[in-house]
Nanobody
Framework: QVQLVESGGGSVMAGGSLRLSCAASGYTSSGYCMAWFRQAPGNEREGVARIDNDGTTRYSDSVKGRFTISQDNARSTLYLQMNSLKPEDTAMYYC?????????????????????WGQGTRVTVSS
């Protein structure tokens, strides 16, 4: 059973940086793509970054150029480096895993494609 555990959230001033981590276990990394989503109060869950099993990365327009998604060599930990943070980046951040077939079938930002989610880590950016 795939398990995901996020960490690294916190409070930061606008313009600052944070790095989120997601420890993954119980899966064969080559059979999944991984993503970071976020959800602010009253908003729908929003995909911000995805990394495919071949290393291809994708970013939403709202974070492109500021956030970087990566994995360690063993692909057991997913990261999200967040730079130049803005107050509108304030949200609960979730990592998620989708089986390869769903990665291909769905676009990168459809939550329904992702079968496993972490518990979330909160990011607060103050102006």
């Amino acid at each position: 059973q795939v398990q995901l555990v996020e960490s690294g959230g916190g409070s930061v001033m606008a313009g600052g940086s944070l790095r989120l981590s997601c420890a993954a276990s119980g899966y064969t990394s080559s059979g999944y793509c991984m993503a970071w989503f976020r959800q602010a109060p009253g908003n729908e869950r929003e995909g911000v970054a995805r990394i495919d099993n071949d290393g291809t990365t994708r970013y939403s327009d709202s974070v492109k150029g500021r956030f970087t998604i990566s994995q360690d060599n063993a692909r057991s930990t997913l990261y999200l480096q967040m730079n130049s943070l803005k107050p509108e980046d304030t949200a609960m951040y979730y990592c998620a895993a989708a089986k390869l077939a769903n990665c291909i079938t769905f676009g990168p930002w459809f939550p329904i494609a992702y079968t496993t989610w972490g518990q979330g880590t909160r990011v607060t950016v103050s102006s």
